[in-house]
């Protein structure tokens, strides 16, 4: 019953999701858009820049039939921000403080992690200088500095007023999992600050706010973490020595996030820590994984003509290929979902971006709406284009989280579809060498002919930035399938396909990097 629903909803978002990419201005695969796509420029000129009352600066401008837009140089110049242009000019990143904002071109919107922020129009290149519309302006510098921007027409002019202090309150939460001790703050809105480290210190410094610490805790049992200390000024972090943290932040709630660990140096290379350490200069090769058990929690996933919940056996399967990987090709192999729980799509990606994992393997069973027939196991790549109908069905099916979780049907997920494609493009070829290792592993051990690997837009790979892959080991909607699938003899053999793949994949960039090297 629940299946049927599912199925019927996701099919009305595949058939919105094509709808939108017919009408789409460019596709994120595609060679950069043309700039003749962009929004014509009727007229510019150099108009004037005022903050807080102070003198005024000049500012270029320029008006399409969408509105107007700035000079973002300037802006950034007097507000604090670096701008960069990426590799061919295909993506902007703007740096304010400590946040990432990621402008593509001819695109409405800005990335900054893993949240799009549409805008009026695309920002436009321009003498070197980037014309950005105002609410974009408010989308950089409003979220991170409280600056809000008024544009006079009359007189060119942009007005910026910076905000007095706010007085924010702040929780702190301390847990440590797997040898990684992750700290949470967590504040009502967006604080003004930037983070500064000197060997184990961290510190947290508010710029022009100030914080309500907590009522006076203990210190901190926690075995990598010192102490903890909050001032209205600052937050204070103090490592364990051999101790290094890394921090990013997460929205709705706003929280900032700190990992801690152990490097790898002083660890000794225990397992589960060595690989969140071992990040810079890295040469190609596989040493951390990431395998994610799909569904879990509410979500059971596919359910079986006997009964049995798809994500009981995705768990019971990624929990073996990672110890047979830990065991076998000595890498790091982590886990999206140790249990039985709840875990977004988007977040299982996040968490690979996380680890820095150099491959995403998520693992799911098919079930086939049609019934009877389809059976043996599918490999799939990101696309936003399915290569097939199955394909697309499997997706929807995938891509459903239930309700009242995330609409997969709606205008913002259609817009994350396209986005979020730019983050896993480059891997593209990877993860389709990997996807073709895994397939041909996968016939060979299910004595099947060659299926190929398919295509198709599925969420769970879309933020990942690494070569990713999605596995459909099997039909649970045969009984046939689902009879064995529940055969620990039978799963530990579709195991070992999946690592020889690995092994095979790991094998060939390590011969590709040597052979650079010489
Ligand atoms: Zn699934």
């Not at 300037?74 to 403080?97: C, F, K, M, S």
């Not at 990013?248 to 060595?274: C, H, M, N, Q, S």
């Not at 929990?319 to 047979?324: D, F």
């Not at 060979?444 to 969420?459: C, T």
Request: charged share 25%.
């Amino acid at each position: 019953m629940v299946v049927f629903a599912a199925v019927r909803r996701a099919r009305s978002g595949a058939l919105l999701l094509a709808a939108l990419l017919a009408t789409a201005p460019g596709r994120a695969q595609e060679a950069p858009p043309d700039p003749e796509n962009l929004p014509v420029l009727v007229a510019t000129g150099v108009g004037s820049f005022v903050v807080d009352a102070g003198a005024p600066l000049s500012l270029p401008w320029g008006e399409t039939a969408a509105g107007t837009l700035v000079a973002l140089s300037p802006v950034a110049a007097r507000l604090g921000g670096h701008l960069e242009v990426g590799p061919l000019g295909q993506r902007w990143t703007v740096t304010i403080g400590d946040s990432e904002f990621l402008l593509a071109p001819a695109s409405a919107a800005a990335i900054v992690g893993t949240e799009i922020l549409p805008v009026s129009q695309p920002a436009q290149e321009r003498e070197g200088d980037l014309l950005v519309p105002i609410d974009l302006l408010e989308r950089l510098f409003g979220a991170t500095l409280g600056v809000r921007f008024a544009w006079s027409d009359a007189e060119h002019r942009l007005t910026a007023v910076r905000p007095t202090s706010r007085e924010l309150p702040v929780e702190a939460d301390l847990v440590h999992l797997q040898g990684v001790s992750t700290l949470v703050l967590r504040f009502p809105e967006r604080p003004r600050y930037r983070v500064r480290q000197e060997g184990t210190v961290y510190e947290i410094v508010l710029a022009g706010d100030r914080l309500v610490p907590p009522p006076a805790r203990s210190r901190p049992r926690d075995p990598l973490v010192r102490s903890l200390d909050i001032t209205p000024e600052r937050v204070r972090i103090e490592l364990e020595p051999g101790c290094a943290a890394e921090s990013y932040t997460l929205a709705a709630p706003f929280r900032i996030v700190l990992d801690v660990f152990r490097r790898a140096d002083a660890a000794g290379g225990e397992v589960g820590v060595d690989a969140l350490a071992a990040r810079s200069a890295r040469a190609p090769g596989v040493r951390t994984v990431v395998i994610d058990p799909g569904h879990g929690g509410s979500e059971t996933g596919a359910i079986g003509p006997a009964g049995t919940p798809e994500k009981e056996l995705t768990l019971l399967i990624s929990r073996s290929l990672a110890a047979r990987l830990r065991e076998e090709l000595r890498v790091q192999a982590v886990l999206t979902r140790e249990e039985d729980v709840d875990l977004g799509l988007d977040e299982r990606s996040a968490l690979a971006n996380q680890y820095r994992a150099d491959l995403f393997v998520s693992i799911h069973l098919n079930s086939s709406a049609r019934g009877g027939g389809a059976r043996g196991a599918e490999t799939y790549i990101l696309s936003l284009q399915a290569s097939d109908q199955r394909a697309a069905d499997a997706a929807a099916l995938e891509n459903y989280v239930g309700e009242g979780v995330a609409d997969p049907g709606s205008e913002q997920f259609d817009l994350q579809l396209l986005l979020w494609d730019l983050a896993q493009s480059q891997h593209l070829a990877a993860s389709q060498q990997l996807a073709a290792l895994i397939q041909e592993e996968l016939d060979r051990q299910l004595g099947l002919r060659d299926r190929g690997v398919k295509q198709a837009p599925f969420r769970v790979l879309m933020g990942a930035a690494m070569p990713a892959v999605l596995v459909e080991l099997g039909f649970i909607s045969s009984r046939d399938e689902e009879a064995q699938l529940r055969e620990p003899a039978y799963r530990a053999e579709l195991v070992e396909a999946l690592v020889r793949a690995i092994a095979r994949f790991k094998a060939g960039l390590e011969a590709g990097a040597g052979e650079a090297a010489r």
